[in-house]
């Protein structure tokens, strides 16, 4: 069981996909930092197709907002805040960061994936300092193991993220995102975003985007998703992308 466990997770780190004649590209979309504001996380739910949401842990629509995605046949991610370098102030309810201790580090996990309904898997919030430390990401990956239905979503906010590697050498199923929509948040800049996504896509058969529940972003997911299909490509959740890259090794 370790060791198909183990390859599970070495092939998602392999993004390279070619598509052919008998399979379009593949685009997974990921909503994320869900559960503060209702109205603009119910927007962002009210999107077509199989886009994803990740929650965010202990927030006052958060729950909500899960068991509405989950109602609508959507995907729901735990969106779970990991310690960045620049973190200042108080952490993040539910956040993991580096002075925890083992028991208290994996126990702060459990909290957080019991207070998001429905998680299929785990995506990282912020995350730059924590991600590059090899004990807390093994905790991290140990305890995401433990449930063994769940994978990972390395947002990839640092170049120097370890995350793939420790989930493969754990045996955690991971693959991490390629594109950020709304880096910058203008209207112009997502649609350009949105054309590299298609462009990742068409030339590797997948690629996997991370947006925000901004207006800007919604207003333009929420125009161009449906012409996806007829311009060649297919939206897909984010778990069927996973199971697609594994089908393709």
């Known amino acids: 069981m370790m060791v198909g466990r183990f390859l599970l997770a070495a092939a998602m780190t392999l993004l390279v996909v070619q598509g052919t004649a008998?399979?379009?590209?593949?685009?997974?979309?990921?909503?994320?930092?869900?559960?503060?504001?209702?109205?603009?996380?119910r927007r962002a739910i009210d999107l077509p197709?199989?886009?994803?949401?990740?929650?965010?842990?202990?927030?006052?629509?958060?729950?909500r907002l899960a068991r509405i995605a989950h109602e609508r046949g959507k995907e729901v991610l735990l969106h779970l805040p990991l310690q960045s370098?620049?973190?200042?102030?108080?952490?993040?309810?539910?956040?993991?960061?580096?002075?925890?201790?083992?028991?208290?580090?994996?126990?702060?996990?459990?909290?957080?994936?019991?207070?998001?309904?429905?998680?299929?898997?785990v995506s990282s919030h912020r995350g730059s300092l924590l991600t590059r430390h090899p004990g807390h990401m093994g905790w991290l990956m140990e305890a995401i193991r433990?449930?063994?239905?769940?994978?990972?979503?390395?947002?990839?906010?640092?170049?120097?993220?370890?995350?793939?590697?420790?989930a493969a050498e754990t045996g955690v199923t991971a693959i991490r995102r390629d594109v950020f929509l709304?880096?910058?948040?203008?209207?112009e800049a997502v649609v350009r975003e949105l054309d590299r996504l298609k462009a990742m896509a068409h030339k590797r058969g997948t690629a996997v985007a991370i947006g925000h529940p901004f207006p800007e972003t919604l207003e333009v997911l929420e125009r161009e998703l449906?012409?996806?299909?007829?311009?060649?490509?297919?939206?897909?959740?984010?778990?069927?992308?996973?199971?697609m890259q594994l089908n393709r090794i």
């Open 22 to 41: 008998d399979t379009p590209p593949r685009i997974a979309i990921i909503i994320d930092d869900l559960g503060y504001h209702f109205e603009a996380g």
């Open 49 to 63: 197709g199989p886009v994803a949401y990740a929650v965010l842990p202990a927030t006052p629509s958060g729950q």
């Open 85 to 121: 370098v620049d973190h200042s102030g108080p952490a993040e309810p539910g956040a993991l960061m580096l002075d925890m201790s083992r028991t208290i580090f994996q126990a702060a996990f459990a909290d957080a994936i019991a207070a998001v309904p429905y998680a299929v898997g």
């Open 146 to 166: 433990r449930r063994e239905d769940l994978f990972f979503i390395d947002s990839y906010t640092t170049h120097e993220s370890i995350a793939l590697q420790i």
């Open 182 to 187: 709304d880096h910058d948040r203008a209207t």
């Open 226 to 243: 449906p012409k996806l299909r007829e311009q060649g490509f297919e939206l897909v959740s984010i778990s069927e992308l996973i199971a």
